[in-house]
């Protein structure tokens, strides 16, 4: 079983940096894409950033040329370093793991979830 545990967030003024990283433990299919997502009040959840096991990453208009994803695939860690945060990328942040399986077969897990608040 599939565990995702995030780390990071707070409280940070509008233009400050924040870093968000989130570790699986257990066993991850070799193909895969880890990503976070975020949920602002009232919104749906929305895709941030997502990097394949490849190196692959697709990022958000909105966040494009401030956010950065890394991953580390000995370690099944990935980090989401956020600068010149905007009071509206405050929401909850999830970190997800998409496992790609044979014959089109996917499992999802997501993490608990850590909250950003940006203050202006």
């Known amino acids: 079983q599939v565990q995702l545990v995030e780390s990071g967030g707070g409280l940070v003024q509008a233009g400050g940096s924040v870093r968000l990283s989130c570790a699986a433990s257990?066993?991850?299919?070799?193909?895969?894409?880890m990503g976070w997502y975020r949920q602002a009040p009232g919104k749906q959840r929305e895709l941030v950033a997502s990097?394949?096991?490849?190196?692959?990453?697709e990022y958000a208009d909105s966040v494009k040329g401030r956010f950065t994803i890394s991953r580390d695939n000995a370690k099944n860690t990935v980090s989401l370093q956020m600068n010149s945060l905007k009071p509206e990328d405050t929401a909850d942040y999830y970190c997800?793991?998409?496992?790609?399986?044979?014959?089109?077969?996917?499992?999802?897990?997501w993490g608990q979830g850590t909250q950003v608040t940006v203050s202006s």
């Open positions: 997800n793991v998409e496992e790609r399986r044979y014959f089109g077969i996917k499992r999802y897990y």
């Open positions: 257990g066993s991850i299919f070799s193909r895969n894409v």
């Open positions: 990097i394949t096991s490849v190196g692959e990453i």
